[in-house]
């Protein structure tokens, strides 16, 4: 799995979660939902190899 660097982890845990909340809370879900893509993918590419 992609393990997140503590660096990002810290800034995004130093925001005001009020600025989070409302910007960042899409932008995650969208996050999200391309990772998932990415990882169906290659767990497929490696299923066929």
Request: include cysteine; charged fraction near 30%; glycine fraction near 0%.
């Amino acid at each position: 799995m992609l393990r997140i660097p503590w660096m990002t982890l810290r800034i995004l845990l130093a925001r005001p979660w009020t600025i989070c909340r409302t910007r960042s809370a899409r932008r995650w879900m969208m996050l999200r939902k391309l990772m998932a893509r990415q990882l169906v993918a290659s767990r497929r590419l490696w299923a066929r190899r």
